[in-house]
């Protein structure tokens, strides 16, 4: 199976459909995967480390020098990313100087690129700890996952490896204030005799409960771009994406679809 690993802490910039111009900072481990949840659809791979294990993690300090240095060559090569990006391989916010790199990353972001904005693609699952909210409140572009409408569909397409529930994670998000994009994408298949379909009309209207409740500022809906861990995985259609975004409009909150 293929699967995509950033071997580098800083990488890119790539263009990503959601964020465009977007230099990535990775927070995890350059040669695998490490996160709490193991995603039938993950760009990454399966997760095969325990998350509740100590990881290899680069140091804030190094993390930053290293941002501070690749800032400076892009703005020599006339560069300007859109986005600095806290991602990677697995989940940024496990990382234990996760605040310490959000506020340096914010420093060095005023120091080269002003205009651009600072965004984290999390799942969600680290919010408890109010330091890590309170790190994420700081971010212009806080995007944090929401995959199910219900606990079923939750453990089927997460599969989460710490004990996690998603009435927890929506309790959480509701932390935000509204101060926060969900990301949640769409997909059906078969995993050990199950279905996965996060797009039928039950699921949709459950999670569109979820979604009012937690009252983001926007919502992101996507569909599978590469290959999976989970091979079978059906890409939902443009159509289907924007029938569901304009039933999350209907609420009254702002979507966007991204094919
Ligand atoms: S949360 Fe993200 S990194 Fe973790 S398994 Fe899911 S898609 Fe992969």
Known sequence: MSRIHFHETIFGP???????????????????????????????????????????????????????????????????????????????????????????TIELKNKHFPKARISVLSNASMIWQPHIMEALKKLDNNIQKLDAGTEEMFQLINQPKIPVSLREIVDNLKHFNGKVTLQTLFVRGEINGKIIDNTSEEEVAAWLLLVKEINPKRVMLYSIERKTPLLGLEKITESDLAHIAAKVEKIGICAEFFD
Do not use: M, Q
């Not at 263009?15 to 995603?39: A, E, M, V, W």
């Not at 100590?54 to 892009?74: M, Q, S």
């Open 14 to 104: 790539v263009h990503s459909r959601r964020l465009g111009i977007s230099l990535g900072i990775n927070l995890l481990p350059t040669h695998y995967k490490y996160c709490t949840f193991n995603c039938v659809y993950c760009e990454c791979g399966w997760t095969e480390v325990n998350p509740l294990e100590n990881a290899d993690f680069v140091p804030a300090a190094a993390i930053l020098d290293l941002l501070d240095k690749r800032l400076e060559e892009l703005k020599k090569e006339g560069i300007y990313p859109n986005s600095l990006t806290l991602a990677g391989n697995g989940e940024p916010t496990v990382h234990p100087e996760f605040s310490a790199i959000v506020d340096g």
